[in-house]
């Protein structure tokens, strides 16, 4: 594992100019990172494989925990902070930790008599792992070897979180276990949220997140979940509460997170699953949640008009002041990037030194000749550190070429049918009601990565994982009985 990591120009940082210390602080991190995953994980496998309900406990925990601060599920190793790419680091997370040794207990725990046997590679690994390989193999065109060496990493250890999910998820009390955890998530978030706005007073809320858009898509995935759930005639007493404040959570967040697209996104969301139980069966409970929403949408309106029209205008203004937006530019970029390196890339999480000067500056002309004809003057220093361009496929196209893309559209696809089985095979039972919130979410976040490459940040990469992974084990079940 390399710990020295070049800076954005290409030179090697001196270890007489105080690097010596950060050299230290990495291996000590190397080390606590092996006694994680090569000793924490299998001892604790071992100890949950014939206890069951700590099994679900933890896998609770787990998806409970991507709302937390990134500092508090996360470390990094040979940390270049100044760098404007997806990864900057060799990545740890607990997550991943939890999952592996979820994996070991379940794989070593007892098989109940009735329980079908299940195989033990969830479908969809090998494509997610075909992905993971072929970024890998954009090194022989990466300006920065070293940082698809760390793209690489998180997106193989990330694996765990998907087959994790898959494996665990055998019966309803494991969905149940998994439905009470990211309920509560939702709802410490939304707190979190109320009193930075009211408290500390903030305006764009982002709550423990990086950023405002990456909380508001965690945001309406999670409710399409809890939301389908609550639907379901089982889900009764305080799961049934649990999962409605979590509902009306979801929104604080996405409201006061001022997006426009989340928004959006949680109102269809909120209005297919309400489709989805009318069709399976009209109730009080689905009547009621009917003319709640319909309540909702108009103290919506009422509550949020100001800060969506605050929005809008400062919208409105920025397309003043250019015709083009910066996003469809950024693309170019990728273009002209994808035309150079159409097999492979350019290079893994190297979009961020192939776009900027002074290495990038033939893909940074395509944005330095949009300022000039804004009438900008164009100084060479300002180009060091361009933006990375927000649409999640023009991000993997340029960096991994079009086969990477087609692996990474074919994951997606799959997961979107296991989903659509998921939701024919659990019928009327809760496993259909979740299998059809989980698929809504995907569904509506997949596109929305035309806009938003939220699906490359580490929180949001493992809530998406074991989202897709739940859908994964249904179709593992529903495979093992049909044998």
């Avoid at 299998?42 to 406990?57: D, E, K, N, S, Y």
């Avoid at 990134?70 to 760098?83: C, E, H, V």
């Avoid at 009470?180 to 930075?196: D, E, F, P, R, T």
């Avoid at 409710?223 to 009764?236: I, N, S």
Wanted: charge should be positive; proline fraction near 4%.
């Amino acid at each position: 594992m390399a710990l020295g990591i070049p800076a954005l120009g290409g030179s090697v940082p001196s270890m007489t100019s105080g690097h010596s210390s950060d050299v230290v602080k990495d291996l000590i991190k190397l080390f606590i990172a092996f006694a994680l995953y090569g000793g924490l994980a299998p001892l604790l496998g071992m100890m949950m494989a014939t206890r069951r309900h700590w099994q679900r406990a933890l896998f609770g925990l787990m998806i409970y925990m991507p709302m937390l601060q990134p500092g508090r599920i996360t470390f990094m190793m040979g940390s270049i902070d100044t760098y404007r790419g997806h990864v900057k680091g060799y990545e740890v997370s607990f997550i991943e930790v939890f999952s592996l040794a979820l994996i070991i207990a379940v794989l070593n725990g007892p098989r109940a008599p009735l329980m079908p046997r299940r195989a033990k590679l969830p479908p969809g690994t090998l494509i997610y792992l075909g992905w993971a390989f072929i970024g890998l193999f954009s090194i022989v065109n990466a300006w920065e070897p070293t940082y698809v060496l760390m793209t690489f990493v998180r997106i193989f250890k990330s694996t765990l979180i998907f087959a994790a999910a898959a494996l665990f998820l055998r019966d309803e009390k494991d969905l149940r276990a998994a439905i009470i955890g990211l309920a509560s998530s939702l709802v410490v978030q939304a707190w979190i949220c109320l009193k930075m706005r009211y408290i500390d007073g903030y305006f764009q809320i982002k709550g423990w997140f990086e950023h405002q858009n990456p909380m508001s898509m965690w945001a309406y995935m999670s409710a399409c979940v809890v939301f389908a759930a609550a639907m379901h005639r089982e889900t009764k007493g305080w799961l049934l509460w649990l999962c409605l404040a979590a509902f009306g959570g979801a929104g604080l967040c996405v409201l006061l997170s001022v997006s426009r697209a989340a928004l959006a996104a949680y109102a269809i969301g909120a209005g297919l699953v309400l489709f989805m139980a009318w069709i399976r069966g009209p109730s009080m409970r689905t009547a009621s949640a009917t003319l709640m929403g319909a309540l909702g949408a108009v103290m919506v309106m009422m509550f949020a008009m100001d800060s969506l029209n605050s929005r809008l205008k400062e919208v409105k203004a920025s397309k003043e002041i250019s015709a083009e937006d910066l996003r469809p530019v950024l693309n170019r970029q990728c273009k002209a990037m994808l035309n150079d390196y159409p097999l492979l890339g350019i290079g893994w999480n190297n979009y961020g030194i192939a776009n900027s000067r002074p290495r990038g500056y033939k893909y940074s002309e395509v944005l330095e000749e949009w300022d000039r004809e804004r009438g900008f003057t164009i100084i060479d220093e300002n180009y060091w550190a361009n933006p990375l361009t927000e649409s999640l496929y023009w991000l993997i196209l340029s960096e991994n070429g079009w086969l990477g893309w087609s692996f990474f559209i074919l994951f997606e696809a799959a997961t979107l049918w296991y989903g659509i089985r998921a939701i024919r095979h659990g019928g009327k039972s809760l496993s259909g009601y979740v299998a059809f919130g989980i698929f809504i979410a995907l569904a509506i976040c997949y596109p929305h990565g035309l806009v938003e490459r939220i699906l490359t940040q580490t929180k949001n990469l493992s809530h998406w994982l074991m989202l897709a992974g739940i859908l994964s084990g249904m179709e593992m079940n529903r495979r093992a009985k049909a044998k």
